[in-house]
């Protein structure tokens, strides 16, 4: 018997019980059957379905449209605790929205409701700040081949999938802002890009735009064992370095050779698109996002970051804890992940949860990542119940979630706190923050409900397990019997 794992969803119908979990199919004869000795509820025989009409569903559910526009009429939640991170954390307190932004916050009483708004009655759970990842893999984009270990001139967001579940999954965890990274294979891979997780069916309805109108986004480096591979990649982390300090001088002398051009074309340097990037990092313009672990990897960047001027921030730095006063003296902030299970590189062997509070007290700003796919980003709330179990200040850690990250890709004008005139990215959740218990009840991105747990078809980004959430499974009705 040919059998092939789907994850499926049934009917929606009153008699139907909405299931995630995974079935058997025997594709061959589409008989469904469990797995041995797995109990679970019955379910009505209107749930059986096809896998090609399971997938013609699920595909529906995932392309859906935007679910909701922006509200016309202001949104006020009362009752709640509201934790601004900016400063005041309220009980019983007020956040109103409108038209994407935040109107007002505060105190129950002394915060105005408009005569107009709708008021949510939201006693006993908890509002925050949308959740800012500073480091994912999300949508499987990939920048820099193995043509060569330096290439700035590659953009992530030319191969990000968007209709890709994982964008769905990062809403359920609470995450309004991604930096989507290429990977760390090179020590310089390509342009990050900066992305709101608004519903969207085109990377164009994600991106973020600065105030000139551009795509905003970083530039990905790394060092370390990743980038070294046989030529005309590095061999040796000397070698590493050697390589980059080449490409910024050229990048520094490509700047100065266009500003004494003066805009003469005929004086013009040929264009050069890497280049043209370096020279945004070192003027300033586009922040550096390095991977790097082993302490002296970190030091190496530092040392690179005094010698050019670019600013940077380090990223995972699992040695952070051996090294932060020379992170703290070099003003460089860090982005870091929290592992909950041993394994991975070899140079992240000493990767320790006192990372957070180490770097705290030493007066490093600091943020954490999913580095999804690498932890799930449905849990990325525990990296901030890690991190203040092992030493970590709670005032630190959910700034580390929010507000820091915000700072580190230059967006904290608009996201990381609930302040007026902010962009309504928030969190509701059941509880607080930082509890096992807690779930994310509903995510919002500039107004627009983007998850909800209470409905059915988010329900299952949530908790849903092996396969369960995927993008679109195959129509298995012909599989195996292609020549009959």
Same mark, same amino acid.
């Given at each position: 018997?040919?059998?092939?794992?789907?994850?499926?969803?049934?009917?929606?119908?009153?008699?139907?019980?909405?299931?995630?979990?995974?079935?058997?199919?025997?594709?061959?004869?589409?008989?469904?059957?469990?797995?041995?000795?797995?109990?679970?509820?019955?379910?009505?025989?209107?749930?059986?379905?096809?896998?090609?009409? =399971?997938?013609? &569903?699920?595909?529906?559910?995932?392309?859906?449209?935007?679910?909701?526009?922006?509200?016309?009429?202001?949104?006020?939640?009362?009752?709640?605790?509201?934790?601004?991170?900016?400063?005041?954390?309220?009980?019983?307190?007020?956040?109103?929205?409108?038209?994407?932004?935040?109107?007002?916050?505060?105190?129950?009483?002394?915060?105005?409701?408009?005569?107009?708004?709708?008021?949510?009655?939201?006693?006993?759970?908890?509002?925050?700040?949308?959740?800012?990842?500073?480091?994912?893999?999300? @949508?499987?984009?990939? =920048? @820099?081949?193995?043509?060569? *270990?330096?290439?700035?001139?590659?953009?992530?967001?030319?191969?990000?999938?968007?209709?890709?579940?994982?964008?769905?999954?990062?809403?359920?965890?609470?995450?309004?802002?991604?930096?989507?990274?290429?990977?760390?294979?090179?020590?310089?891979?390509?342009?990050?890009?900066?992305?709101?997780?608004?519903?969207?069916?085109?990377?164009?309805?994600?991106?973020?735009?600065?105030?000139?109108?551009?795509?905003?986004?970083?530039?990905?480096? =790394?060092?370390?064992?990743?980038?070294?591979?046989?030529?005309?990649?590095?061999?040796?982390?000397?070698?590493?370095?050697?390589?980059?300090?080449?490409?910024?001088?050229?990048?520094?002398?490509?700047?100065?050779?266009?500003?004494?051009?003066?805009?003469?074309?005929?004086?013009?340097?040929?264009?050069?698109?890497?280049?043209?990037?370096?020279?945004?990092?070192?003027? @300033?313009?586009?922040?550096?996002?390095?991977?790097?672990?082993?302490?002296?990897?970190?030091?190496?960047?530092?040392?690179?970051?005094?010698?050019?001027?670019?600013?940077?921030?380090?990223?995972?730095?699992?040695?952070?804890?051996?090294? *932060?006063?020379?992170?703290?003296?070099?003003?460089?902030?860090?982005?870091?992940?929290?592992?909950?299970? *041993?394994?991975?590189?070899?140079?992240?062997?000493?990767?320790?949860?006192?990372?957070?509070?180490?770097?705290?007290?030493?007066?490093?700003?600091?943020? +954490?990542?999913?580095?999804? *796919?690498?932890?799930?980003?449905?849990?990325?709330?525990?990296?901030?119940?890690?991190?203040?179990?092992?030493?970590?200040?709670?005032?630190?850690?959910?700034?580390?979630?929010?507000?820091?990250?915000?700072?580190?890709?230059?967006?904290?004008?608009?996201?990381?706190?609930?302040?007026?005139?902010?962009?309504?990215?928030?969190? &509701?959740?059941?509880?607080?923050?930082?509890?096992?218990?807690?779930?994310? &009840?509903?995510?919002?991105?500039?107004?627009?409900?983007?998850?909800?747990?209470?409905?059915?078809?988010?329900?299952?980004?949530?908790?849903?397990? +092996?396969?369960?959430?995927?993008?679109?499974?195959?129509?298995?009705?012909?599989?195996?019997?292609?020549?009959?």
């Amino acid at each position: 018997m040919k059998t092939e794992w789907l994850a499926w969803r049934c009917i929606l119908a009153s008699d139907c019980f909405a299931s995630h979990d995974i079935r058997e199919i025997d594709v061959s004869t589409k008989r469904h059957c469990l797995p041995e000795n797995r109990i679970v509820r019955p379910v009505s025989r209107h749930c059986y379905i096809s896998g090609g009409l =399971a997938a013609a &569903l699920w595909l529906g559910l995932t392309l859906s449209p935007f679910r909701l526009a922006a509200q016309e009429v202001p949104l006020a939640f009362s009752g709640g605790k509201v934790f601004t991170i900016s400063g005041q954390t309220f009980d019983g307190g007020i956040l109103v929205v409108h038209r994407g932004r935040v109107l007002a916050v505060g105190p129950a009483g002394q915060t105005a409701i408009p005569a107009d708004a709708t008021v949510r009655d939201i006693s006993g759970k908890v509002i925050m700040p949308g959740l800012v990842d500073t480091h994912s893999h999300v @949508g499987g984009g990939g =920048a @820099g081949d193995r043509s060569a *270990p330096i290439q700035p001139e590659v953009r992530v967001l030319d191969s990000i999938d968007v209709r890709d579940s994982g964008f769905q999954k990062a809403q359920a965890g609470g995450i309004t802002t991604a930096n989507v990274m290429p990977g760390s294979g090179h020590l310089i891979s390509g342009q990050t890009v900066y992305l709101k997780l608004r519903d969207g069916k085109t990377i164009e309805d994600l991106v973020i735009r600065d105030k000139e109108g551009r795509m905003a986004g970083g530039l990905k480096m =790394a060092n370390g064992t990743n980038s070294r591979r046989d030529p005309p990649f590095p061999g040796t982390r000397g070698k590493s370095a050697a390589l980059v300090r080449e490409q910024y001088i050229k990048a520094r002398e490509y700047r100065d050779k266009v500003a004494r051009a003066q805009n003469d074309p005929e004086k013009m340097p040929a264009r050069d698109l890497g280049l043209e990037i370096l020279v945004e990092a070192l003027n @300033g313009q586009r922040m550096v996002h390095h991977h790097t672990h082993r302490h002296d990897d970190i030091v190496t960047v530092l040392r690179l970051q005094k010698e050019f001027g670019f600013r940077v921030v380090l990223h995972h730095v699992s040695d952070a804890w051996k090294v *932060p006063d020379e992170i703290a003296a070099a003003r460089v902030p860090c982005s870091i992940i929290m592992l909950d299970s *041993p394994g991975g590189k070899i140079e992240a062997r000493d990767v320790d949860w006192k990372n957070g509070a180490v770097l705290e007290q030493a007066g490093v700003l600091t943020a +954490f990542h999913t580095d999804d *796919p690498i932890t799930d980003s449905r849990l990325f709330l525990r990296s901030a119940a890690f991190a203040v179990r092992a030493g970590m200040s709670r005032k630190a850690a959910l700034e580390a979630m929010t507000s820091a990250g915000a700072k580190m890709l230059d967006l904290h004008d608009r996201i990381g706190t609930l302040e007026p005139g902010k962009d309504a990215d928030f969190v &509701l959740l059941s509880g607080d923050p930082l509890s096992i218990r807690t779930h994310v &009840l509903e995510t919002w991105v500039e107004g627009i409900k983007v998850f909800d747990r209470a409905d059915p078809k988010d329900h299952l980004w949530a908790v849903g397990g +092996f396969r369960a959430g995927h993008s679109k499974d195959l129509d298995l009705c012909c599989y195996g019997r292609e020549g009959q």
